[in-house]
C-alpha cells in the first residue's frame, strides 16, 4: 500500500509568480485535502476534492485553485505568489464515507519559498 | 471563525512521566476530534480520534472529550524522548474542513 506522495519536496519561486505542487493520494482514499502551514502555526484548511470537485473550501483567495483527477491524485495552484505564501503545504487524502473522510493520511508536503 | 486552541509551549516533562495536552474549541457543533503528532521537518500522523464524550485509550496515549466544556486533551503515560514532538489538536467542522490548533511542543527529557 503506498501513501501519499507530494512533489515537488522544495521549491522555491519568486514574488509574481505560478507554482503548482502535485499529490498523489493513498491506494483507497478518494478525498484530497489541501493544507498550508506557516512556521511554527497548525495546517490551515485550503480545500478539499471529491469526485473531481471542490467538496469545501476554508479562507484563502480564489488565487489558491485546484484540481482532482479521475485517478484521485490533485494539483494545488496558486497564482500571483505573495511573500506570505510561503510555507509547506500539506497534501492529505482520506477515504470516503462520514467516518474516514476526516481520518487524514498527509503527505511529506512541499515548502514553498517565495523571494 | 472557529477557533481551535492550544498553549505553543513547551511543556517539558521528565521521562517516565505524565504528559497531559490540552485544547479548547469554539464550535459548540463539532462532532469529531483528533489528536495528529508532528515531528521537526515532518508532516502529521494521525494518533487519537475521539468522537463520544468520556476518554478513549490506545496504548500509552488517552484521549479526554468534554463537549460541555468544549474541551479535548491528550495524555500521555510513561513519556518517552521520542515522544518530543508538536501535538496538533484538529476538529472537524462543517465544509468538511478539519481546523488545527497552533499545537504544543512537548519536551520528554531523559
Known amino acids: 500500500e503506498t501513501g501519499v506522495t507530494q512533489s515537488p519536496t522544495h521549491l522555491i519561486k519568486t514574488r509574481g509568480q505560478q507554482v503548482t505542487l502535485r499529490c498523489s493520494s493513498q491506494?483507497?482514499?478518494?478525498?484530497v485535502s489541501w493544507y498550508q502551514q506557516a512556521l511554527g502555526q497548525g495546517p490551515q484548511f485550503i480545500f478539499q476534492?471529491?469526485?473531481?470537485?471542490?467538496?469545501g473550501r476554508g479562507n484563502f483567495p480564489p488565487r489558491f485553485s485546484g484540481l482532482q483527477f479521475p485517478n484521485y491524485s490533485s494539483e494545488l495552484n496558486v497564482n500571483a505568489l505573495e511573500l506570505d505564501d510561503s510555507a509547506l503545504y500539506l497534501c492529505?487524502?482520506?477515504?470516503?464515507?462520514?467516518?474516514?473522510?476526516?481520518?487524514?493520511?498527509f503527505g511529506a508536503g512541499s515548502r514553498l519559498t517565495v523571494l | 471563525q472557529k477557533e481551535v486552541e492550544q498553549n505553543s509551549g513547551p511543556l517539558s516533562v521528565p521521562e517516565g512521566a505524565i504528559a497531559s495536552l490540552n485544547c479548547t474549541y469554539s464550535?459548540?457543533?463539532?462532532?469529531?476530534f483528533f489528536w495528529y503528532r508532528q515531528y521537526s521537518g515532518k508532516s502529521p500522523e494521525l494518533i487519537m480520534s475521539?468522537?463520544?464524550?468520556g476518554d478513549k485509550e490506545d496504548g500509552r496515549f488517552t484521549a479526554q472529550l468534554n463537549k460541555a466544556s468544549q474541551y479535548v486533551s491528550l495524555l500521555i503515560r510513561d513519556s518517552q524522548p521520542s515522544d518530543s514532538a508538536t501535538y496538533l489538536c484538529?476538529?472537524?467542522?462543517?465544509?468538511?474542513?478539519?481546523?488545527f490548533g497552533g499545537g504544543t511542543r512537548l519536551m520528554v527529557k531523559p
Open positions: 491506494s483507497g482514499h478518494n478525498t
Open positions: 476534492y471529491y469526485r473531481e470537485e471542490e467538496n
Open positions: 492529505a487524502s482520506s477515504p470516503s464515507g462520514r467516518s474516514g473522510a476526516n481520518v487524514l493520511t
Open positions: 475521539i468522537y463520544s464524550n
Open positions: 484538529a476538529v472537524h467542522n462543517a465544509g468538511n474542513m478539519l481546523t
Open positions: 464550535d459548540r457543533g463539532s462532532q469529531s
